[in-house]
């Protein structure tokens, strides 16, 4: 099993959603996160004073797949998530020793399901 953690742009996370239903997602969580990346934040104007802003809003997904649909689901989150624009997030990839379903008591592959 293996965890995939997405950091995107928040209009995007509708988008992204759906391309994962399509390919099988069954669950995930979303987290809304600030940051900043190479893009080092913006300046903004507020009643005429001009700030920096450093950390920006982003939205982290996390999903749990099997080995079998990583490919996939990266592949997804990629295409529904890229603008081809600086600041459209990175995806990370860990691996995930067991999961159980609480409820049952399931574990393994079974539980994400």
Do not use: C, N, W
């Not at 069954?26 to 450093?54: C, N, S």
């Not at 989150?77 to 049952?104: N, W």
């Amino acid at each position: 099993m293996k965890k995939v953690e997405a950091i995107i742009k928040p209009f995007k996370l509708e988008e992204v959603k759906e391309a994962l239903s399509d390919v099988g997602v069954q669950g995930l969580t979303v987290t809304e996160v600030k940051g900043f990346g190479r893009q080092k934040g913006h300046k903004e104007l507020y009643r005429g004073a001009e700030y920096m802003v450093e950390f920006l809003p982003k939205v982290k997904l996390e999903i749990v797949v099997t080995e079998e649909k990583l490919e996939q689901v990266v592949d997804a989150i990629v295409k529904a998530a890229s603008t081809g624009r600086i600041g459209d997030g990175k995806i990370f990839v860990l691996p995930v020793d067991d999961a159980v379903r609480i409820r049952t008591g399931e574990s393994g592959d079974i539980a994400l399901g």
